[in-house]
């Protein structure tokens, strides 16, 4: 009973602790369905567009509101999409300054490709720390290592 006594404070902060996770953890990430798609200052047509973004292109929902989604990207910059024009089909960004696309999930296998940062790769499936990725060619698929990437 003495130490179920001291335990309880511990489990206590624990359960807080990932609490405070639980938003990361539950991320909603949608892409762009369309190309050049406008990432507005606020929900709305009128709103000022901030940039144009490509078919593809990854983003993490932040918050909803009506049929409009305010959202971030991989490089933190923040702005609101219409709802319409996404969708779950699952990117990636390259994030790196130049990534080699592989022809297997690990760095044993040749490299089939390179890709440049703000790529967008269409994602075709995980393995461990590793992303199997349309090749941007349109021919056949190439892997890089997540820690490269950012999406989903």
């Known amino acids: 009973m003495h130490l179920m006594a001291h335990a309880r404070p511990l489990i206590s902060a624990l359960a807080l602790g990932l609490a405070c996770l639980a938003?990361?953890?539950?991320?909603?990430?949608?892409?762009?369905?369309?190309?050049?798609?406008?990432?507005?200052?606020?929900?709305?047509?009128?709103?000022?567009?901030?940039?144009?973004?490509?078919?593809?292109?990854p983003l993490q929902v932040l918050e909803r509101r009506g049929n409009w989604l305010r959202v971030q990207d991989f490089e933190g910059d923040e702005g609101w999409i219409a709802r319409s024009v996404t969708g779950n089909t699952p990117h990636h960004i390259v994030k790196g300054t130049t990534v080699n696309l592989r022809a297997g999930p690990g760095t044993q296998h040749p490299v089939v490709g390179k890709a440049a940062y703000g790529d967008v790769l269409r994602t075709s499936r995980r393995q461990g720390d590793w992303v199997q990725v349309q090749h941007p060619s349109g021919k056949g698929t190439a892997w890089v290592a997540s820690s490269l990437l950012w999406g989903w």
Request: net charge positive; aromatic share 8%; hydrophobic share 50%.
């Open 23 to 57: 938003p990361a953890w539950a991320q909603e990430l949608v892409s762009v369905r369309n190309a050049n798609v406008n990432l507005r200052a606020a929900p709305g047509t009128n709103a000022d567009v901030l940039f144009k973004l490509a078919q593809g292109y």
